[in-house]
C-alpha cells in the first residue's frame, strides 16, 4: 500500500525529514515523513498499519498533494482498506458538477459583491485548535494571504485564503477546536469573482440536513456544563505536597485561576483551573502528597463552546453529521490547553522559539510549558529539538538548584550569621509569614544588586483635585470610584512615551536598554497577605475614565485573591501609592528586572511662595527610585520636573 502527500494547503512542500526507515514497523497515524513549506510543518501520519517496504522520496525533495513517500507490506486488511478510499473518490462528483453548474445562476449578483465563506480546507488530521487569528474585521486579504493558524499534535498549519477582498465577519475564535468545512470567517468580495462562488454553492446542498443536526448541538451543550475534573498536571517530580489550597466548595472560578499550590523540596506549583466554573467538591487536604493524575477538585463547567457549535453544525452535512456530538467534548479538553499555553511565554519568546529547528507538537508542549527552546539541547537528527528534550530540560530546571531569584536569596542568606538564641532573654513566638510573603523575599533580594536612587520632588495638584471633586459624583453614580491615582497613572503613560528608558529594561550584557513597544504598569496593592503588583495594560490608550474602572476591577481581585499569573506579568514600570496611610515619604524599591518606580505619599496643604504671599497648596510628595546603571541623576531630575507640570495642568497633555 503505498502512503501519499494529503493535501496540506500548500501547493509543494520539501521533505525535512524521513521518521522511518525500510524495515519498520509502523501504525495508523505514526508519523512517517515531515513536510515543510513557508506557510506549515506537517509530520504525515500513516494512513495503515505495516511493515515499511520502501522509501519514495529523500531528504529535500519537493512534494506535492498525491506524491508518493512510502509504500507499506499490509496484512490482509489492506485491501479492504483500499476499497472505501477507492469508492470515496467519485463521490465528490455530483457536488462538483453541481457547483461548476452554479456560477451561471449566480454570475449576475457575484459581478457586484459577494460573501464569500472561507472554510477550513484538508489539513490531514480530523481536527486542530485555531491557535492564533491573523486578520481582523475590516482587513483587506488578497488570494494566499494567511488567516487563521491551525495546530495539532500532527501539523502546525496557517490557513490561506481563497479569495480577494475585505474581512467581514470572523465566526470561530482562538482556543476552538475546527475540522474540514467549518467556516473560518467570511470575506466580501468587490467586482466580479464567480470563481469564489463555487465553494459557496457546493456547501450550500450540505446544509439542508442542518435541522437534524440542531437537536445534537443542543443535546451536545449540557455536556460542558457537567462536572469537571481538575487533575495534577505534569509537575516534573515523582510527588509534592499540597501546601495550601485556595478555594472552597461554592467558590466560583475562572480558567487558569490558581486552585491549590503544590510544592516539593525544589519547587513550589500553582495548579490553574483548566475550565470554568463553580467548586462542587475538593478531593485533597493540606499536607497530602499527591502526584500526576491525582484529582483535585470537581468544577461544575460553564462552556464558551456551545457558540462553537453552530460552526460545527454548519460545516458539510456527511462529514460533521456523525461528529457532531463528540466535538463539544474536544473542544473544552482544547481551549484551556491553548489559551494556558499561549500565556506562558511572551510575543518575542515565541518569535525566537520559531527559530529553532523543532516539529509543531514540540512548539505547542514549549508554550504550554513556557520553555524557550534555544536553551534546550537538541537530541534529534540535524540539532532537532525532540519533545523528550524538553521533558528532560523542564525536570532538570525543577530538580536542580533554583535559578537567578532563589540564587540571590542564598546567597543574601549565606551572607548573614545565623541569629542567636533569645531564650535568655524571654523565648520568642513564632509566627509564619503568608505565602505571599515568603514568594516574594527571592524577588526583593534581587535589590542587593541593583544601585539605587531615589528623587524626591512635590506636585501641586490643587486644580487637578478640584477637577477630580467636580468630576467623582457623576463617576460615582456610574459606580466608578474616581481616585487621584487614575489622573496619576495617566500623566505618568503619558511621559513613559517620551522618556522611553524609565520603562525599558538593562540587557543581560550590560550594553545596552531594551526599549518596550507598549507600557504595562504595575500597580501595588496592599492586601491582608502582603503587597502585589497587578498589571494595568496600555494605559496610555485609555481614558481616565477607563483607568479608572480597571484600577477598582484589579484591585478587588487582588483582595479576593482572585488574580491570575496573566494578570501579574509583563510590567516595565510600577507605581506604588501610600494613599491614607499617612507618611512624607518613602523610597520604593525597584522592581527587577523594571528600572524604575513611582511612590506616592500622602498630598497636604502647604504654603507656597508666589512672589509676594503664601498661598495655601495642596501639594503631592513624589519619590521616584531608579536603577542608576541605566539612568543618571539628571534624567530623574527633568522626568520628575516633567511629571509636576503634567500634574499642576492636566491639560496639557492634550497638547
Known sequence: MQITTPDIGVDKATVAEILVKVGDTVAVDDSVVLLE???????????????????????????????????????DAAPAAEAPKAEAAPAPQPAVAAAEQAPPAQATPAAASAAVDVQVPDIGVEKATVAEILVKVGDTVDVDDSLVLLESDKASVEVPS???????????????????????????????????EAPKAASAPAAAPAPVEAPAAAQAAPVQTGAIEIAVPDLG?????VAEILVKVGDTVEKDQSIVVVESDKATVEVPSTAAGVIKAIHVELGQNVSEGLALVTIEGESSAPAAAPAAASAPAPKAETKAQPTPAVQSAAVPVSEQGADKLTKAQNDANGKVYAGPAVRKLARELGVILSEVKASGPHARVMKEDIVAYVKTRLTAPQAAPAAASAVQASALPKLPSFDAFGGVEEKMLTRLQQVSIPQLSLNNFIPQVTQFDLADITELEAWRNDLKGGFKKDGISLTIMAFIIKAVAHLLKEEREFAGHL???????????????????????????????????????????????????????????????????????LGAIGGTAFTPLVNWPQVAILGIS??????????????????????????????????????SNKLTKLLKDIRTLLI
Open 602 to 639: 500622602p498630598a497636604t496643604m502647604q504654603p507656597v511662595w508666589n512672589g509676594e504671599g503664601f498661598d495655601p497648596k495642596l501639594m503631592l510628595p513624589l519619590s521616584l527610585s531608579y536603577d542608576h546603571r541605566v539612568i543618571n541623576g539628571a534624567d530623574a531630575a527633568r522626568f
Open 237 to 241: 517530580v515523582d510527588k509534592a505536597a
Open 37 to 75: 513549506s513557508d506557510k506549515a510543518s506537517v509530520e504525515v501520519p500513516s494512513t495503515a498499519a505495516g511493515v515499511v517496504k520502501s522509501i519514495s522520496v529523500a531528504l529535500g525533495d519537493n512534494v506535492a498533494e498525491g506524491t508518493v513517500l512510502i509504500e507499506l507490506e499490509t496484512e
Open 162 to 196: 481563497t479569495v480577494a477582498g475585505t474581512v467581514e465577519s470572523i465566526a470561530i475564535q482562538a482556543g476552538d477546536s475546527v475540522k474540514e468545512g467549518v467556516i473560518i470567517l467570511t470575506v466580501k468580495t468587490a467586482g466580479s469573482e464567480p470563481a469564489a
Open 507 to 577: 540587557a543581560d550584557d550590560g550594553k545596552s536598554v531594551l526599549l518596550r513597544n507598549e507600557i504595562h504598569m504595575g500597580i501595588a496593592v496592599a492586601t491582608p497577605d502582603g503587597l502585589t503588583v497587578p498589571v494595568l495594560r496600555n494605559p496610555d490608550q485609555k481614558s481616565i475614565k477607563q483607568i479608572a474602572v480597571e484600577l477598582g476591577e484589579l484591585g478587588q481581585k487582588a483582595r479576593d485573591k482572585k488574580l491570575s499569573p496573566k494578570d501579574l506579568q509583563g510590567a516595565n514600570f510600577t507605581i506604588s501609592s
